[in-house]
């Protein structure tokens, strides 16, 4: 992934984030239950974008620091303040899907203030890391001293540094994280097949309905492999950044989360009742998602193998 | 022993062991995680539903089980010439056994669930059910971590060692 990706990408997760405040704040004002929907939607979105921007700023740190542009300590900072920020926006991003997944299954979305206020506060990390990373490249940044604020403690423990010494110091950590990536794998891919497997019409006397009371446990396993992937990366970072064939596993990621939150929140799927075939966009969507998956699985599996 | 010896030198599988190519060794492998990926988490779904959390039909779910048996044996087939192309090594590693053992358990509870699905009679899941279906979502974790840490732990061997 390219340093230039990172700064195509990097504005997505702090402008999805800020939108989508606008809109859960246009819905109440209107009292606008399709506002809101949007909204939340875009919070998962934004978190969804949040990896490849993420990813793309290892690249870049990998690429370029320390040569005779960017200066080592001022992307450190910048990572640093990044790994927060990336793990308030996953929480923020889950905070959203809850309360999509538990509209459809309670039949009301809910006007709780819990993913507003997590959005707020995910926001102002995000401020924080895109002034240490304006500091890398804009000198009157770092000339205002606006990049070299003192770390608060929270940073200290979640600092990149910190995880990847955690990482390779510690010898079970690696087969640990592996093993969980690999039943955070089979959890998900066992609830979204079967999922999609009744809209494509297997299990056609199942309503669509219960198999979405299952999409927890998927969320729940996708959260574990973001979780899991993000120490191999911070631990390896060499190991990911140059291998096209991750770029491809994080492409299959992008269509395969944006197909999961579809299953959440649309009313194609959630409509399919028992007996009944799904409408042909659910089924388009279905096969997208399986195949997204099955990328995502291929393309991690031939990462030591497959040389793009 | 000499019949896997002999077999671990034949020239299918050196070429899987060594030959490089895309098809060989990693295919055999994505397949294997592919298969594992829809047994363990098929019948994970169905594993859930005995546990009460979900209200699909019991008897419906029934549809998941040849999805489930196709599955897994494209999981025994590729994990048979993995075993294979490295035989002396993984048969020496007694986390293996761990291995084939969980598995060999979980299946049998997979077919034993696969019974409690056919004979339901529209009762709430029993306390008896719930355990069932818990054991094998842990059977599958502890097979799962047996299959990685074969890579990590036992005598080194060939192509699957810790990637």
Redesign the interface.
Known sequence: MTPHLHLVLNHAPALGLAAALCLMALSWSRRSEALRRAGLELCCVAALVTLPVYLSGVGADVRLSGGPEVSRALAARHHDAALPALVAMMLTGGCAWLALWRSKQAGRLSHGPITALAAAGTLVLLARTATRGGAIRHPEIAAAGLGADADPAVAAWLSAGALADAVTMNAWVWPAAETLHFVGLWVLFGVVLAANGRLLGVLTAVPFGALHRLLPWAALAFGLNVATGMLFVIGAPAQYVGNASFAWKIAALMVAGAQLLYLTSFDGPWATAAHRPAPPGARVAAAAGIAAWVGVMYFGRMLPFLEL | MGLLAGLEQSAFLVWIREGGS?FG??SI??TH??G??????????VA?RMLG?????P???L??FP?IWIAFAATALSGAILLLADASAKLANPVFTVKLTSIALAIAGVRRMRGRLMADTGVPAAGRDRLLALAVVLL??AA??A???M??LGPAGGPGRA?
Request: cysteine-free; aromatic content about 10%; overall charge positive.
């Open positions: 895309l060794y990693p492998l994505f995680t592919l594992l990926g829809a047994v363990a988490g098929l019948s994970t779904v859930l959390l979900t209200d699909a039909a008897r419906a779910l549809r998941l999805a599958w974790i799962t971590t299959g990685r840490l890579a990590y990637s």
